[in-house]
């Protein structure tokens, strides 16, 4: 073999590896899929970024208005924050049971995914009409309008979730532990535990920091 066509076929060869069609062939899906769900992971976390940031230059813009020490409980805070960190350890038992072809306690432990983050939801949803029934409202002042609109948004993504969770049950009920079905249960808990970390955020920024004297 000459040079020239040795030099060919290697440029051939890496080639087909930079396009992933070469001799291995292109990735498979459950590295392609994950790693996908993670860019969209990963813009989530950046327009979070951007509510978080608007929150802080805002919370002390109240107008008059009430404060966050006069507004919030870390109480209530602190029951939504164990519920959906409780959550996110069962979400991780059930991804256990999945990669153990456990019927059963798959079901089991998203439905405790499940109910821990409706009980998440239904504490914030209940904080959010005490407010308003209380005269704070979104529109009282930028504090709250800043506020609204983060916490707001996590409780949207938590409904998401939710509804997310109860498709894959049904998924996982008819179809069993098919690779697609895996695949879509991997995706679902790393957005669930994005959450955490998210809320853990809130938790933090919202309820500890802002209530300090």
């Not at 966050?68 to 049971?97: D, H, W």
């Amino acid at each position: 073999m000459s040079t020239s066509q040795a030099a060919v076929i290697g440029l051939t060869h890496r080639a087909s590896e930079d396009t992933g069609h070469g001799h291995r062939g292109p990735e498979s899906k459950s590295i392609v899929v994950p790693y996908g769900f993670w860019l969209f992971v990963l813009s989530d976390i950046v327009l979070f970024s951007a509510l978080f940031a608007t929150y802080a230059s805002l919370a002390h813009a109240t107008d008059g208005g009430p404060t966050s020490r006069e507004l919030f409980s870390r109480p209530t805070a602190g029951v939504e924050t164990l519920a959906l960190l409780l959550s996110s350890f069962v979400c991780g038992l059930a991804m256990i049971a999945a990669r153990h072809r456990n019927l059963a306690w798959t079901q089991i432990w998203l439905l405790v995914t499940g109910l821990l983050g409706f009980a998440f939801l239904a504490i914030e949803l209940r904080e959010f009409a005490s407010l308003i029934a209380d005269g704070a409202p979104p529109q009282r002042s930028a504090f709250l309008s800043s506020f609204f609109t983060l916490v707001g948004c996590h409780g949207a993504h938590v409904t998401c979730g939710l509804l997310w969770i109860g498709t894959m049950m049904a998924q996982i009920l008819a179809k069993g532990f098919q690779p697609h079905i895996m695949r879509r249960l991997l995706c679902l808990s790393i957005f669930w535990h994005a959450l955490d970390i998210v809320w853990v955020a809130i938790f933090t920024l919202v309820y500890l920091v802002g209530t300090l004297p």
